[in-house]
């Protein structure tokens, strides 16, 4: 897998720089000016085609997400049929934002740019921003200046953690990130303002199109949000007769289904189970639909009590199961005394007044529990999944939550025992990639290291990506790429050089260079590696050429 090899022929029509698979259900198309990427984005949205996904916009770059390798290159023939000379229309509001400019990098950006503390408040406060286009997370809009005087790198190491309402410049962008998620951008401030509300009518309050102004306060004391007795509870358990209560919900509990694909535009990702085998296999065996809401759980560790008789499976991990009486059901008729121990990837009764206990996985990560009928609650745009990077979504389970149980659909059976394909944890784990959309970014000998060392989970993982760490990679270029979207399956590389592997709750945008892709059918795997976990890349066939040869990159 070289670069050589990576590189595409050149698109005939005159307003495409080139089209850059990215992985093998996207492509990445490269235009010369953000007209031409705004003029693209609204042609497909407008009119979208078979198989199409996801659009998502950036400085120079329209990421396409399709639902097969046909329909990807089925797009890039469509994408070089376009007239991209075609303006986009769009609206704009103004908003002004106001600020508190104590950011931890507010130093750091003052020396990057030559200017004092308050020289770096008065360019920004001094300039009308432009939202070009939205992406990374919900209500994440990328900013555009008037001048390039703040005009700063990333820093060199993502932190794993930026507060709600953190204002930050990150090359020749401004942006305000709406919760708390990794991040790379210099942090100069904070704000209180909503970036992103699914109360509204529109739920980002800055869209693309739009102008903002920050305008700079002093910080102000602010009254802490205190529990109100009983908060912890979930409302109405006591009364709560049907459905499922959680007694204990170990490390991480969410309720998952298949996700929400096709809002990656408002910096949404699909998010969903990240194994989404295991949980097609839990709905089956209790005679669902594969994509209804279940429950996924993070090294086993939930107590979960039936308070109407339900029908359950679990799969994915290796996991011991009991089931015993609840003691705090003391109201509940009991028909069973036993001690059950029901087996994983089988369907199994728990009955009312029972209590299941999800023990540690002795091989794989994630478990998956399917109920007959399937998850029941509101939804959050057309999926119960949750999302822990852009919040969407219900919370995490906590202890007391009540779980609501669907009706099972008329004439549903529960299906017979199946087998959870669990990576063996004393060997390193092999996972396919095809060439990155920037694999060009890297010589063909730090390819080679790439593919041939054993890289290891590291614990700082999670829904959003397996960070990596092994020999550091070395880039082949100087300078910031451009943010560009970026899928599930991407493997990063910052300029440190330990790997980021994108998962699930990925951003939806990113601005370091991508040099290969887990292909689709190799995420399952993925999800079921626990940190200590060594992993190896190998080259997986290139999928058809979707392009011409590029011309130079804009990015280079």
């Known amino acids: 897998m070289t670069a050589q090899q990576h590189e595409t022929r050149t698109a005939q029509n005159a307003g495409l720089t080139g089209i850059r698979p990215a992985g093998d259900r996207a492509i990445l198309v490269e235009l010369p000016s953000l007209d031409a990427v705004l003029s693209l984005q609204a042609q497909l949205n407008s009119h979208p085609q078979r198989g199409q996904v996801d659009v998502v916009a950036a400085a120079c770059t329209v990421l396409i997400t399709t639902d097969s390798p046909q329909a990807a290159q089925a797009l890039a023939a469509h994408v070089r049929s376009l007239d991209l000379e075609e303006p986009a229309e769009t609206a704009s509001t103004l908003v002004t934002i106001d600020v508190v400019y104590d950011g931890e990098d507010l130093d750091e950006v003052a020396a990057l740019t030559g200017l004092d503390r308050r020289g ?31 005009e700063v790198p990333r820093r060199r190491s993502p932190r794993t953690a930026v507060p709600a ?19 790379g951008w210099q942090l100069i401030g904070r704000t209180d303002a909503a970036m992103w509300d699914l109360g509204r009518e529109s739920p980002a309050l800055v869209r693309p199109g739009d102008t903002v102004r920050f305008n700079a306060i002093r910080a ?20 709560a007769t049907e459905g499922l209560a959680v007694r204990k919900p170990g490390l991480q509990a969410t309720i998952q289904d298949l996700g929400r694909p096709g809002y990656a535009s408002l910096g949404v990702s699909s998010a969903g189970a990240m194994d989404r085998g295991a949980l097609r296999r839990a709905n089956r065996l209790v005679g669902n639909g594969e994509g209804d809401a279940g429950l996924e759980l993070l090294f086993g560790g939930l107590e979960l009590v039936a308070l109407s008789d339900q029908v359950l499976a679990v799969t994915g991990a290796a996991v011991p199961l009991e089931i015993t009486p609840d003691e705090q059901q003391a109201g509940a ?24 206990t999800v023990g540690a996985p002795t091989a794989g990560l994630r478990s998956y529990v399917g109920v007959r009928g399937g998850l029941g609650g509101p939804d959050a745009l057309g999926s ?30 529960v299906g017979h025992p199946e087998v959870s394909p669990i990576p063996d944890r004393n060997e390193a784990a092999v996972l396919r990639v095809v060439p990155g959309p920037r694999q060009d970014w890297f010589s063909d000998e730090t390819l080679r290291d790439f593919l041939q060392q054993e890289w290891t ?9 397996l ?43 990113g601005g370091y260079p991508v040099i290969a892709v887990v292909v689709h059918s190799d995420l399952d795997k993925a999800a079921q590696l626990p940190p200590g976990t060594t992993v190896r890349f190998a080259a997986a066939p290139l999928p058809a050429e979707p392009t011409e040869t590029p011309k130079e990159s804009p990015h280079a």
């Open 120 to 150: 770096v408040v008065a360019a920004h406060t001094g300039q009308l921003w432009t939202a070009a286009f939205a992406g990374f997370a919900p209500g994440f809009a990328y900013l555009t200046g008037q001048d390039s005087s703040l």
């Open 165 to 183: 309402g953190a204002v930050a410049l990150g090359g020749a962008y401004s942006a305000v990130y709406p919760r708390q998620s990794p991040g």
């Open 220 to 239: 102000q004391a602010t009254v802490p949000h205190h529990q109100q007795p009983g908060a912890g509870k979930a409302p109405g358990e006591d009364q």
């Open 333 to 356: 008729e009991r028909r069973t005394t036993a001690v059950r121990h029901p087996a994983c990837d089988a369907a199994f009764a728990l009955l009312a007044g029972e209590r299941l």
């Open 384 to 413: 119960r999944s949750t999302d822990t990077m852009s919040g969407v979504g219900p919370e995490p389970l906590q202890a007391g939550t009540i779980l609501p149980v669907r009706t099972p659909r008329l004439g549903s059976i």
């Open 457 to 465: 989970v590291t614990p700082q993982s999670n829904r959003i990506g």
């Open 467 to 509: 960070r990596l760490n092994g020999q550091p990679l070395s880039r082949g270029r100087d300078g910031e790429l451009a943010s560009e979207g970026t899928v599930r399956g991407a493997v990063q590389v910052p300029p440190e050089g330990q790997p980021v592997l994108f998962l699930s709750d990925h951003p939806v945008t």
